[in-house]
């Protein structure tokens, strides 16, 4: 069992590019957007690729209509941090499929942008063993952490080397947002605001899911998540990662 008062390490810093893989819109701004406002600010080069298009997750709003939408804000969110390239894979909202496909997609990703460092968001069944995890959080999230390592293997997906996607084997990390256990964070004070505002760009989203004006919900939950690391990060608020490195 990790000690819960055991010091955080710094994350790595000697990379340069980053792959972030999440299933949906706003998977990014809940977990870890203050971590990529700081990277961006350091000049680091940072990708986001999502499974879907969110477009299951707003009941009012009928899925036609809801894809285009959340994408819109999801490409606006990233902005405020700093990320221009936003691609989408188009698997289906709350049904993603844990298998090949899905591992191929994110294998060819993973080869088209070669970054040292993969980020992706809780894969376990559960939350803390408190609350569920979703389907598509856990294939998304088990998916990458098997492409990091299929990217590099060119027996594997030979078919994407036909493509002009040769093998990839410098992913040095998965990083995962989210973790009951994590090992590593990065400071959150310079990005926290940005935060905020990444956050608050998914305001379709948010209105359905909370009855709070949206810029205080969003300062509420992400002021509240740094600070519950600072302890574990020399009192320093934080975005935590269970890093695995390869």
Known sequence: ????????????????????????????????SAAVAAWTDEGREVTYLLATRGEAGIDTVDPVTAAPLR???????????????VVFLDHKDGVIEEGLALR??????????????????????????????????????????????????????????????????????VAVAGSTTPTHAVDATAGLERSVRSLLEHRSYIEVLTD????????????????????????????SFEVFGR
């Open 104 to 173: 191929r997609d994110i294998t060819a990703a993973i080869r088209r942008y070669r970054p040292e460092l993969v980020i992706t968001l809780n894969h376990r069944d559960t939350w803390g063993g408190t609350a569920w995890n979703t389907p598509d959080h856990r294939a998304v999230g088990r998916a990458t952490l098997d492409a990091a390592g299929d990217a590099g293997n060119r027996w594997i997906f030979p078919e994407l080397a036909e493509r002009g996607l040769q093998p990839w084997d410098g992913v040095r990390w």
């Open 71 to 85: 994408e819109r804000e999801q490409r606006a969110s990233a902005a405020v941090v700093g990320v221009s390239e």
């Open 1 to 32: 069992m990790t000690d819960s008062t055991e010091q955080l390490a710094p994350m790595p810093a000697d990379w340069r590019r980053a792959l972030a893989v999440v299933a949906h819109p706003d998977d990014l701004e809940y977990g870890c």
């Open 212 to 239: 709070q004006d949206p810029e205080a919900y969003c300062r509420t939950f992400l002021t509240a998540n740094a600070q519950a690391v600072a302890a574990r990060f020399g009192g320093r608020p934080a975005v």
